[in-house]
């Protein structure tokens, strides 16, 4: 499989497209088990927050860095940065500054790692004044 048929296949899914699970941080494709994306552990001290303005429009006030692992054949293929606001109910893609702008693929991936959580996921970057270029 090339790279770019990898990244079409997880950008063109839906969440409805993986089986989830929350307690080992994986998501495995039901139409190519090879391709998985995994969560890795957050780092809670002070060096795993994460500090931006747009991050304190939420209840909960801190953020950490949290990066998703797209993998093909359990391989890295590419690292996916977010960010857990408001107490880990959304993992929001680092946006591009000072547009407040993410990308169609990071909005889809977003989707994806958020179908979970029972928060909607529009709502939370709509309210981080996030948009979709």
């Not at 949290?66 to 960010?83: K, S, W």
Request: hydrophobic share 30%; aromatic share 16%.
């Amino acid at each position: 499989m090339q790279y770019s048929e990898f990244i079409q296949h997880i950008q063109h899914s839906t969440p409805e497209d993986w089986i989830i699970n929350d307690e080992f941080g994986t998501y495995v494709y039901k139409d190519n088990l090879s391709i998985t994306i995994k969560r890795e552990e957050v780092d809670f001290s002070d060096s795993g927050r994460f500090y931006e303005e747009w991050t304190e429009r939420f209840p909960d006030k801190k953020a950490y860095k949290q990066r998703f692992l797209l993998c093909y054949n359990q391989t890295i293929v590419e690292d996916f940065y977010t960010v857990a606001v408001d107490g880990f109910r959304s993992n929001i893609p680092y946006p591009k500054l000072p547009e407040m702008t993410i990308t169609e693929a990071q909005f889809k991936i977003g989707q994806i790692i958020n179908s979970i959580g029972g928060h909607s996921f529009e709502e939370y970057i709509k309210r981080a004044g996030i948009s979709v270029q």
